[in-house]
């Protein structure tokens, strides 16, 4: 039977930083899939020589080393096309290797019109990570988050919830880890801590936002006005919406500070449960498509 490996960031490129976002993704697919026997490089897919199904969920990539190899399987399924990687993922070896895993399961809105375009079969799956389960309780005295803000954008929360407010930078840690069970486990923790402790979170990141949504959370997105063709965070519009901050000029943090008058900041959180249903069924029956036929 064909292994099932889920994706790791453990290479070259994520030495200097790397973004636990990534890892909150593969701990949300882990429980969706019937074992893991390990895991693969996102960034070294080209390198694999074990026959294994792998889950394509996620921002890809970093590097030009694609397509994947023969051995890997792959279940496209919330997959993110970055705008800064388009050259070789819309390149024409890379369209013929779509075509042949076709349907292609897309995180985003804009994934899935770039791919359209060039004539792949794509359907909207959104992000595995709204599938992490509802918290059981909230907490009694919880806390505020803010959660990957820059100092401008920090400047249109309302100093009551700034103050004692927990401060985190899940994005861009800067550690020396490599070991991709640590990150995992860095991730989970980070996930528990919201979970626990959160009475709202305040980010810019959409993978603090989307885990905490899930998570039954309140939660305020905050994003860069310049920004606003982005198509990474639509799905985050689509659920809590966004609020657009400047996050450069003299006067950034002065506007920001009015904006932030515009905002409600005690929102209510949200019941995605039939919506999570949907996003897990529809994996299922992605990754049985594929990994059945390699079985």
């Known amino acids: ?9 453990t290479g070259a490129v ?15 697919v882990a429980r969706l899939v019937p074992r893991v026997d390990g895991y693969v490089d996102r960034e070294s897919l080209d390198r694999v020589d074990t026959p294994c199904t792998v889950p394509m969920n996620g921002y890809f ?13 792959p279940v496209f399924y919330a997959f993110h096309l970055a705008a800064e990687a388009q050259d070789w993922l819309c390149a024409a070896s890379s369209l013929e290797y779509l075509r ?16 359209d375009q060039h004539g792949i079969d794509t359907y909207y799956s959104r992000c595995i990570s709204l599938t992490l389960p509802r918290r059981e309780h909230e907490p009694e005295k919880g806390e505020v988050f803010l959660v990957g803000l820059t100092p401008a954008a920090r ?17 861009r840690v800067r550690l020396p880890i490599t070991n991709g069970e640590l990150k995992r486990a860095l991730a989970a923790e980070l996930l528990e801590q919201y979970r626990q402790r959160a009475r709202l979170v305040i980010t810019s990141k959409i993978h603090c936002a989307m885990p905490c949504i899930a998570m039954g959370i309140p939660v305020v997105f905050l994003y860069d006005i310049e920004r606003r063709g982005d198509y990474r965070v639509q799905l985050i519009d689509e659920l809590v919406g966004i609020h657009y901050v400047h996050q450069r000029g003299a006067l950034a943090r002065l506007r920001n500070h009015w904006l932030g008058r515009r905002i409600d900041w005690s929102p209510q959180a949200l019941d995605i449960e039939p919506l999570k249903a949907e ?17």
């Open 155 to 171: 400047q249109a929360v309302p100093r009551s919830l700034r103050r004692g407010a927990v401060t985190v930078d899940q994005a």
């Open 61 to 73: 990539m970093n590097t030009r080393k694609w397509p994947p190899s023969p051995a890997v399987r």
């Open 100 to 115: 042949r895993w076709q349907p292609i399961g897309c995180r985003d809105r804009g994934t899935q019109a770039l791919l």
């Open 279 to 295: 996003i897990a069924a529809g994996f299922s029956t992605a990754f049985a498509r594929v990994h059945g036929e390699g079985a």
């Open 1 to 9: 039977m064909s292994q099932i490996r889920l994706l790791d960031y």
């Open 14 to 28: 994520f030495a200097d930083s790397f973004n636990l976002g990534d890892d909150i993704q593969t701990l949300a």
